[in-house]
């Protein structure tokens, strides 16, 4: 038996069990023993799963979808049960699609309302609507009845004269008898009065037990993700040294919790062949509460009604272009916090700038955000990011020009001191010197072994080639050395610290006597200190290369031109004055939702790297996405201010 379980997300997972389990079910159905049923997973509230247990123990699975189109033709006392116990379910919160009749019609919400003559409007609650098949049906009818209607044994989806064949039907016999035995069953549910109630009791034991199990697999599974351990091992069998953290974890769970031993003791016993420890089972947990959170992403996003973009690409393991999109919002109920939200990982294949526009655009689309209302965009330096005319920023533009590109300010700030420690020819030098030094002593063994004998408290470092500030750490250790100790192996002096820095190491240089060549040329010799050969040539070629660089590299176009009145104290105070507080407070909005930095984007791909390993570089695209969005959450990556 294939059985097919659908998402809203759009997730679709298969389960299959053998043809032995579907003669257990008939047969338990057919003797009229009601068993003990299961409950769903608590993430898809638009599923529900139920268990029946004959007197041996065997258990098998049925999967009740809220879509009356998926039921049975011929539904049991248990599937029966079940639905009437979860009630209609009526969809309004989607864009109902138009049929092919001319002109086009389509269903409508106002359809589950019956408006009187005197104008009262009464729910329809027993009119349920089926999305997979574009029609609607009568709940008791179809449950109850013997389906000899339309609205119940067809797919009714005539939207033309809608309402007089839905009053046409409310008012027939056999719905009538019907809505008394579906409202006849729900109170005697509720009260506990069915003739079965000794059976139901055990049902809902069964139940709270398979509730129990869940919640305790989706706290294992959310433990090892957080802490990014591999759940899998090489086998998928208890009790075996390699089977995995996860079934450890279960192991080790029963034998201090009762509701896992139990579950344990049904499955070594083969009384339960349905135990949602699965490699499947898994990936379905990962992937509904990834869903789940960039659901409340979405909601929080639409609240808040501006957001911008924060956009990165790296290569993982597996050679694939790996897209991380954050977004950064401003909540202002009840205080003011900013939040930078991981949104996913994206795998592109064309990472030029229409290429990454296309996917940005398809990827707010489809979890209904609109482009229109993005009001910052950051990106790191690069040239299909941040080009004048074919790069993203330039694109987003175009589409809104209230997107306003802000340059990473840490990428940008790493650039500038990094032109301007290549301004001078004695900073050049100096770092050249201290990479030599550790390529020396790190290409031997025997080296590294003389350098730790002599020299107790230094630890050489390479050089970084792209993250400037951590050559910080390599000049410190040649520094404290050279100072405690001149006469050491290295003695290399540090030009960023004062006492023991390059500036007093600097021998005074007596320059050169001019050759005269005529009667007027002067005769005088100069002599330069060392602090007057540090300024002339570190310092100034330093520091006027700083200053044109920051003026270059942080011009941000735009933002003064649109906010210019929150930059001057005068202003702000006549616009208080004048009344208009909430004129000043969108706009400092605005500005609070311009991003700072891509440093969200670059933590998420620290958390690629420990997922993502070379003994999991198969994973899945949407269980590396559920994973690092658990890990995002867990260790508190979203950065939140508040003020």
């Known amino acids: 038996l294939t059985m097919k379980r659908t998402y809203p997300s759009g997730t679709t997972l298969i389960d299959e069990k053998d043809n032995e389990e579907e003669e257990d079910m008939e047969e338990t159905t057919s003797s009229g023993t009601m068993a003990s049923t299961s409950t769903q997973i608590a993430s898809p509230p638009h599923l529900s799963t139920g268990d029946i247990s004959t007197a041996q123990g065997t258990t098998s699975t049925f999967i009740i979808d809220d879509d009356p189109a998926q039921w049975p033709k011929v539904l049991t006392d248990s599937e029966r049960c079940q639905i009437v116990r979860k009630g209609t379910v009526q969809i309004t919160d989607i864009q109902f699609p138009q049929n092919s009749e001319n002109p086009p019609r389509r269903f409508t919400k106002e359809n589950y309302r019956r408006t009187m003559k005197n104008g009262e409007k009464i729910l329809r609650s027993w009119l349920v609507y089926s999305m997979s098949t574009d029609s609607v049906f009568c ?21 033309k004269n809608l309402t007089y064949h839905l009053k046409e039907h409310e008012y027939s016999k056999g719905h009538c008898d019907n809505m008394r035995n579906w409202h006849e069953l729900q109170r005697r549910l509720q009260n506990k009065t069915t003739i079965d109630q000794r059976q139901q009791a055990l049902m809902q034991i069964e139940i709270e037990h398979w509730k129990a199990v869940i919640r305790r697999v989706i706290a294992i599974i959310c433990h090892l993700a957080e802490r990014n351990q591999a759940l899998r091992g090489t086998t998928s069998e208890l009790y075996d040294p390699h089977n995995g953290n996860f079934l450890a974890q279960v192991e080790l769970m029963a034998k201090f919790d009762p509701v896992m031993n139990e579950h344990i003791r049904r499955i070594q016993n083969q009384e339960a062949k349905v135990h949602y420890l699965s490699g499947t089972i898994q990936n379905e947990i990962i992937a509904l509460i990834g869903n789940k959170v960039l659901e409340e992403i979405v909601r929080r996003a639409q609240r808040a009604k501006y957001y911008s973009v924060i956009m990165d690409c790296t290569p993982d393991i597996s050679h694939k272009e790996q897209l991380s999109v954050v977004l950064r919002l401003v909540n202002c109920d009840p205080s003011v916090s900013i939040a930078e939200h991981f949104f996913g ?33 950051s990106y790191d330096n690069g040239s299909n990011m941040m080009g004048q005319k074919q790069g993203v920023q330039a694109r987003i533009l175009q589409l809104n020009n209230k997107a306003l590109c802000i340059p990473c300010s840490s990428h940008t700030l790493n650039l500038v001191v990094a032109d301007a420690a290549k301004s001078s020819v004695l900073s050049t030098s100096f770092f050249g010197v201290l990479q030599r030094l550790y390529n020396l002593f790190s290409s031997s063994v025997q080296r590294w072994a003389v350098l730790r004998k002599h020299v107790k408290q230094l630890t050489l470092k390479p050089l970084s080639a792209t993250r400037w500030e951590a050559r910080i750490d390599s000049v410190e250790g040649g520094a404290n050395q050279f100072t405690r100790d001149p006469g050491s192996i290295v003695c290399s002096p540090d030009i960023w610290y004062g006492e023991g820095g390059l500036r007093d190491h600097v021998s005074a240089k007596k320059q ?4 005269r060549q005529f009667q007027y040329e002067g005769t005088e010799e100069t002599q330069s200190t060392p ?30 031109d649109l906010y210019d009145f929150l930059f001057s104290k005068d202003n702000m105070k006549q616009t208080i004055k004048n009344g208009k507080r909430r004129s000043t407070l969108l706009p400092c909005v605005y500005i609070l939702t311009l991003p700072v930095s891509v440093a969200s984007g670059e933590r998420s791909f620290s958390a690629l790297k420990l997922i993502k390993t070379y003994m999991r570089s198969t994973m899945g695209q949407e269980r590396l996405t559920g994973l690092d969005i658990v890990v995002a959450f867990a260790e508190a ?7």
Not at 347 to 373: P, Y
Not at 512 to 515: I, L, Q
Not at 637 to 643: E, H, S
């Open 139 to 159: 709940f008791p009818c179809t449950v109850f009845g013997k389906r000899d209607n339309a609205l119940s044994k067809l797919w009714f989806h005539k939207w």
């Open 345 to 377: 990982f994206i795998d592109v294949e064309d990472t030029s700038g229409k290429g990454l526009t296309e996917v940005l655009l398809d990827h707010l689309q489809k979890h209904n955000l609109s482009i229109s209302d993005c009001r910052g965009q």
């Open 512 to 515: 050169r006597k001019k050759k």
């Open 531 to 560: 602090d007057e050969t540090f300024r002339r040539d570190f310092f100034l070629p330093f520091s006027d290369t700083a200053l044109r660089s920051l003026g270059d590299r942080f011009q941000v176009e735009g933002v003064y």
């Open 637 to 643: 990556k979203v950065r939140k201010q508040k003020f």
